[in-house]
């Protein structure tokens, strides 16, 4: 069966420096999300898309920001990196009114 | 906002003996609530969930039960096995909508041969 796909799944930046993460749901799901993950830690909620609108925002910084296209496909941006912006960056996705997320396999990010 | 704790931390159990972890939630608005195993380097994996209309559930080793009164819930695994070893996070979230779940921080189950 279709998993999510992440890319890139390693990405290395210097700090200040921006980067994009990208996020293609399984076909038919209309829900995204981005979790945080630091080393050792639990997966932290970000921010959430429904139908290419936000529905529900977490611990997002402000650098951060995110949105949903026409396709469902989801972007993170992320500006002015910082050394504690290094973690495992999870999309998951949903379909409609159903509670199960399903995780993609992250993104590892390391600033320098 | 929801608050989860989960405990233990760390837990180490003979191969072929069962291992139940805990957890508890805060925001009494929360019905669902899904277990997921992560293994290192990779993407957490749904291995059940439950929503607060139900107060148990099973599939073949791993069963989940739901306090509602108490706000806890316990994931149970019978006849553990090498492969069960890795990390375990409860969650909790509303359902339905495209709320966010909240974890808890993690049980790193270990099964000794």
């Known amino acids: 069966a279709a998993g999510v796909i992440q890319s890139p799944r390693h990405l290395i930046k210097e700090k200040r420096e921006t980067a994009t993460l990208k996020c293609y749901p399984i076909?038919?799901?209309?829900?995204v999300y981005w979790y945080q993950q630091g080393p050792g830690q639990d997966p932290q909620f970000l921010i959430s898309f429904y139908e290419k609108m936000q529905s529900d925002k977490g611990s997002i910084p402000d650098r951060f920001s995110a949105q949903q296209f026409s396709d469902y496909h989801s972007e993170l941006n992320m500006s002015s990196l910082e050394l504690g912006d290094s973690a495992l960056y999870f999309c998951a996705s949903k379909q409609g009114e159903a509670d199960t997320q399903y995780f993609g396999p992250g993104t590892r990010l390391t600033v320098l | 906002g929801e608050n989860v704790e989960q405990h233990p931390s760390t837990l180490s159990v003979q191969e072929g003996d069962s291992a139940v972890i805990k957890c508890t939630y805060s925001d009494s608005a929360s019905n669902y609530f899904p277990w997921y195993k992560q293994e290192l380097g990779k993407g957490p994996q749904l291995i059940i969930d439950i929503r607060s209309n139900v107060g148990e559930k099973k599939d073949q080793r791993i069963a989940v039960t739901l306090n509602k009164t108490a706000k806890h819930f316990s994931l149970h695994i019978t006849e553990t096995q090498p492969e069960d070893s890795a990390v375990y996070f409860c969650a909790a979230s509303k359902g339905g909508g495209a709320d966010g779940l909240t974890f808890g921080k993690g049980t790193h189950l270990i099964i000794q041969p």
């Open positions: 076909p038919r799901h209309d829900t």
